[in-house]
């Protein structure tokens, strides 16, 4: 595979935010970040909780758009883009299940996303996360993401990014 062949088996497209998969996804992604932080397994309990009242339903049309990327079928990873203004778009709920992260899915799906956010409008793509999420953080950079002064703040947000859209 060259640098510019996309990665096999991924497909990745705009789906409702409360579908079966993507709620199923989003419930994955909030265990992770959660337990990271706490440094023990979320309760689902704490999930729930977690998601009632995140604002997710902003990322439907007209001001967002939620995808959901499929891996030979199985949902593996999602991602949320939120218009803020006529020039930026915040990324958010990025997230790749464990078992498909280092198959070229992420970088797929920040295309895709990038992609949402161009046709919303942006110019600009931002988001922000925590120190210890390095995965995140590295994906982020190797996309030609770079630290930018806070845009907003949260008491999950640490660092800030963001990137000119082609």
């Known amino acids: 595979m060259t640098t510019t062949d996309p990665p096999t088996g991924w497909d990745i497209r705009a789906e409702r935010y409360d579908t079966e998969d993507a709620t199923a996804l ?3 992604y909030y265990h992770d970040v959660a337990s990271r932080y706490w440094r023990r397994p979320a309760t689902a309990r704490e999930v729930d909780e977690g998601l009632a009242g995140d604002g997710v339903e902003a990322l439907a049309a007209p001001t967002g758009r939620f995808l959901v990327g499929r891996c030979g079928g199985t949902p593996a990873a999602c991602g949320g883009v939120l ?12 997230f ?7 198959t070229g899915g992420a970088g797929l799906l920040l295309a895709s996303l990038e992609a949402a956010a161009a046709e919303l409008g942006a ?7 925590r120190l210890d999420l390095v995965e995140a953080r590295a994906l982020y950079a190797r996309h030609g993401y770079r630290e930018i002064p806070p845009y907003c ?3 999950y947000m640490e660092v800030w990014y963001g990137r000119e859209l082609r």
Request: glycine letters at 6%; hydrophobic letters at 30%.
């Open 26 to 28: 989003r419930r994955d």
């Open 83 to 94: 218009l803020l203004d006529a020039e930026r778009a915040e990324l958010t709920r990025v």
């Open 96 to 102: 790749v299940r464990h078992a498909y992260r280092g």
């Open 123 to 129: 110019r600009r793509t931002v988001l922000n996360t």
């Open 153 to 155: 703040e949260g008491p």
